[in-house]
């Protein structure tokens, strides 16, 4: 923990910070919007002592600029010439060998660094005011235009690229440069721009990561870390986090083990967690967990940036994850909201399960999965009929996704007809690499398989699986490509009218089928949608086009609930609560088109109804801090949400 080191530290460090400041607020007196310092590793830049500190001093200081008598802090001053030269400015002369002195830098971020401050800067939207409020005449061109046009000129150079990876470069050279800009672009194209900095780019992104790697984005937390993990989560230059989006980098989408290039992933997720969920980009901090990695090709690649290592396992990893999980708690307290993503299945259980009773943590490929998909199956019975009890249901790939998603449907099953969650899991059926999960198979299974072991024969291939349990809906969560056979297709349209076909793996090379390939061996009749997004299709002389069932639409709306309810512990009936907002969302027009999912144009205004009733649910358990509860839920999720338009600098 940061200290001040008794008051040798704070009398050493404020007197080059007067010294400073009072050359700033000779420059310029009136309304910093920032204030930057560059200090030692005992002082955290932006450490909430320090900056409450830095503020205080800034107050003083203009006084003290304005005012003609000297003051203590100018007395100090001069009275610090000891060690030679002609003024001990910042107080390092003065200081023994012994005390800790600080190399301050404080600065107002006006003028160049105020453009380079991604922040702040609003490129050629700065005013003619602001630009001579903040020392940047001759720093831009004369052209002063809006945001909205700043916009349209991105979107224009977007266009221009054919390359996807080149548009994901451009969006985080975009990110890094105006934040701003970066969140209105993302939202007034969500549509266009989320396969850029989501599925699929962002997979590719991550293979490619080290190559590409300009600016780190989040904290890199390794092995080498261990025992310092507190420090360097205070490394980091924001203080009030709410939700931190974590990955080992073993599972990322369907591509395998990516070891530190893995980042990608909680960079994106937290984008949208801003962007579509409205959690400010300042209260997110992605990380990365470097244990090393599997990966042959990543071990022997030049640009690999992790530690070039296998992975650690057992206690080495449990350790380090326990010290991580730890000091987030002391660092940033009870309700931040830990999401756990892409970590393989052997850990990413077993985290969930022990740090759910003490920390507030989210599995988004288990929970926030599971929550999108019921969604989407409740808004499907509207086309094809039925209860969700009256259908059968069969899984490829019984891993975190998988298995997720059959526990939830379960549990709405059992809620809603009363019958017991392991009575409601035999009208559920999944398919690993080894087949059908049938009971002969038990003793040799991971334990999150075992519920769905059911009396059947043994049954290796998914053609066979389909054929015997004659499922009305398929689900695709083996991040396996192209398992879903023309046969398969073939097969679930000859005993279903409608086939509900979910084809989950990420990104789209991994997705089990394409759209085109479920309308056209079903005929037209498949309710299709996908983890990653397709084109819409020409089928006999009709369009067709797929949604997009992927946790996108749960996990921000579900994070802003948590955090506005001020949430200490996720539940199931929260996730629940999720799909039911979310189904209700589908509209008759988009049902029409054969969508089970609305279109993502709408949402914020989605996410806010998440929210609100995620919110409602943690009130009704109990497990809500803010207090009183507010009166409409959906309209205070609206009012916190972050907006990406400027501000004003005085
Ligand atoms: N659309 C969305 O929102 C989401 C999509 N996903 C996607 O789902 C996929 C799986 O993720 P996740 O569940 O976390 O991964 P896991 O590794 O936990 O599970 C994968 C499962 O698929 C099985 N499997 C793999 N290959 C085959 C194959 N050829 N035939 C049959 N079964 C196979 C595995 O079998 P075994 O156990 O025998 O090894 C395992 O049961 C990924 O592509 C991911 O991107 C994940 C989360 C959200
Ligand atoms: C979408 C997602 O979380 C995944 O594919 O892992
Ligand atoms: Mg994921």
């Known amino acids: 923990m940061f200290s001040l080191n008794g008051s040798s530290f704070l009398n050493n460090s404020l007197s080059g910070v007067s010294k400073s400041l009072t050359q700033s607020t000779q420059r310029k007196i009136s309304a910093p919007p920032v204030v930057v310092a560059s200090v030692s590793s005992n002082g955290k830049p932006g450490d909430r002592n320090v900056s409450v500190l830095m503020e205080n001093t800034l107050k003083e200081m203009r006084e003290t600029a304005t005012s003609s008598s000297s003051s203590a802090a100018v007395e100090q001053e001069s009275k610090s010439t000891v060690g030679g030269g002609v003024e001990d400015v910042y107080g390092e002369d003065s200081a023994t060998e012994h005390q800790y002195i600080t190399p301050w830098t404080v600065t107002v971020a006006s003028g160049y660094p105020l453009l380079r401050d991604p922040h702040y800067n609003k490129g050629l939207a700065f005013t003619e005011k602001e630009r001579d409020a903040h020392f940047l ?59 850029v900095v989501y ?83 300042s209260a997110c901090l992605p990380v990365t967990i470097d244990v090393g990695t599997n990966n042959e090709q990543l071990l022997n690649d030049e640009f690999y940036i992790g530690l070039r290592r296998r992975r650690a396992t057992g206690q080495e990893y449990a350790e380090l ?37 003490t920390h507030l943590v989210f599995n988004d490929d288990i929970q926030g999965t599971a929550s999108v998909v019921l969604a989407g199956l409740m808004a499907a019975l509207n086309l094809v009929g039925g209860t969700l009890s009256e259908h059968r249901f069969l899984f490829l790939g019984a891993g975190e996704a998988g298995t997720g998603i059959a526990e939830l449907i379960a549990l709405e099953m059992s809620k809603q007809t009363g019958v017991p969650v392991e009575e409601a899991r035999e009208k559920i059926w999944l398919v690993d690499s080894k087949g059908l999960i049938v009971k002969s198979r038990v003793e040799s299974l991971q334990h999150f398989k ?102 996108a639409y749960i996990f921000p709306g579900f994070g802003l609930g948590l955090i506005i309810s001020g949430a200490i512990r996720v539940h199931d009936d929260m996730l629940l609560a999720a799909s039911e907002a979310l189904a209700e969302q589908v509209s008759q027009e988009n049902l029409d088109k054969g969508l089970i999912y609305p279109p993502f144009s709408n949402i914020r205004k ?45």
């Open 606 to 650: 989605i996410s806010a109804q998440i929210a609100a009733r995620v919110a409602a649910k943690a009130y009704e358990l109990g497990l809500a801090t803010r207090l009183p509860q507010p009166e409409n839920l959906e309209a205070y999720a609206e009012s916190c949400m972050y907006s990406p338009n400027y501000r004003h600098y005085r």
């Open 450 to 551: 075992r519920p769905w072991a059911h009396e059947h024969e043994p049954v290796r291939t998914l053609l066979d699986a389909v054929k015997s349990i004659k499922p009305t809906v398929l689900i695709g969560s083996s991040g396996a490509g192209r398992t879903f056979t023309k046969e398969v297709v073939e097969a679930m349209a000859s005993f279903n009218e409608k086939p509900v076909i979910l084809a989950l793996s990420n990104p789209t090379s991994q997705s089990e089928c394409t759209a085109e390939e479920a309308y056209t061996w079903s005929e037209g009749r498949a309710i299709f949608a996908s983890g990653s997004p397709f084109s819409p299709v020409e089928y006999n002389g009709k369009f067709y086009a797929s949604g997009q069932a992927n946790n």
């Open 321 to 357: 994850l326990h010290e991580f999980m730890s000091a987030v708690k002391q660092n940033y307290g009870e309700k931040v909201l830990i999401q756990f993503e892409d970590f393989a299945n052997h850990n990413a259980f077993d985290l969930l399960a022990k740090y759910g009773s």
């Open 137 to 195: 005449r001759g720093l831009l061109p004369p052209v002063v235009i809006s945001q909205d046009l700043q916009v349209k000129k991105m979107m224009h150079n977007m266009r221009q690229y054919q390359v996807p990876l080149q548009r994901y470069m451009a969006m985080m050279d975009l990110q890094e440069r105006n934040e701003r800009l970066f969140y209105k672009l993302l939202i007034d194209n969500v549509e266009e721009l989320l396969p």
């Open 199 to 281: 599925t699929p780019t962002v997979g590719e992104a991550c293979q490619k990561y080290g190559s590409i790697f300009r600016q780190p984005q989040g904290l890199f937390i390794s092995l080498k870390e261990k025992g310092r993990i507190l420090e360097v989560l205070k490394n980091w230059p924001e203080k009030k986090i709410q939700v931190i989006v974590v990955t080992d980098g073993e599972r990322i989408l369907g591509l395998g083990d990516l070891g530190c290039q893995g980042m990608g992933i909680p960079v994106g997720k937290l984008s949208l967690y801003s962007a579509l969920g409205g959690i400010r980009p």
